[in-house]
């Protein structure tokens, strides 16, 4: 069965492609702003689980096909990271700060505490499909057969701009819109000073140019990748 990355409203026609490791955590607290009723005790608005059950119906969690039959009457978004920054982010919070590793990316091979160049050879080593999501693509998740599924991508390095451009996008697709983006699980500060650091040989630059290669093209086709492994944009 396919995975379901998508947050899909039941009477509003809207859908979000959550990206973990993206703002993911902020932009669920804001589409909670639009729930009817109170959600169900005992999940948390960051939790997939509680799109799919606790929303009381309200929303569900979707897989790419049923996203991309929906772009027709659904107005769909996401951000996405540049993907250097993404893993060094994966890194420092499940590898080196949880005392546990989650399951998924136990039954990846991956263990607490080991080295950067380690983790990501496994990366490397794992096929998409048993990778955890938060070391998943961003094309696997945004795009079927090769075609973007949402309509309206933007990129947490411009998450200011991008959330008052996206604002104004559902103001006319006639949707309500979000209200201000609050701060949620962010750890690193926004220099994004480490990447350089984490990426300063070149060869685990490649490794990511190779694995990660369709984010690259799709999302930062405009930026060199020598000067996205240091944390830069431009």
């Not at 955590?25 to 997939?48: E, F, H, N, V, Y």
């Not at 546990?100 to 794992?126: D, K």
């Not at 480490?194 to 060869?203: I, T």
């Amino acid at each position: 069965m396919s995975a379901k990355h998508y947050i899909c409203f039941r009477e509003l026609p809207l859908l979000y492609g959550r990206v973990p490791k993206v703002a993911n955590s902020s932009i669920k607290a804001c589409l909670s702003r639009l729930l009817k009723q109170r959600p169900g005790q005992g999940l948390r608005t960051t939790s997939d689980a509680f799109w799919s059950k606790g929303t009381h119906g309200e929303t569900s969690m979707v897989d790419n096909h049923t996203a991309r039959m929906c772009r027709g009457t659904h107005f769909s978004f996401s951000f996405v990271r540049n993907p250097f920054d993404r893993l060094v982010s994966a890194y420092n919070n499940k590898i080196l700060e949880l005392d546990e590793v989650p399951g998924p990316m136990q039954s990846m091979g991956l263990i607490r505490g080991m080295s950067f160049h380690s983790f990501l050879e496994c990366i490397i080593e794992t096929k998409d499909d048993d990778l955890d999501v938060h070391l998943l693509p961003q094309s696997n998740i945004l795009c079927l057969d090769g075609q973007l599924i949402p309509s309206f991508i933007g990129r947490l390095e411009t998450m200011e701009t991008d959330w008052r451009r996206l604002a104004i996008r559902m103001r006319k697709e006639q949707l309500p819109t979000l209200g201000n983006l609050p701060e949620k699980n962010r750890r690193r500060s926004d220099d994004r000073s480490d990447v350089g650091r984490y990426f300063s040989d070149p060869g685990l630059a490649q490794l990511v140019v190779d694995r990660y290669g369709d984010d690259l093209k799709l999302f930062y086709s405009d930026i060199d990748p020598d000067h996205l492994s240091h944390g830069h944009l431009g």
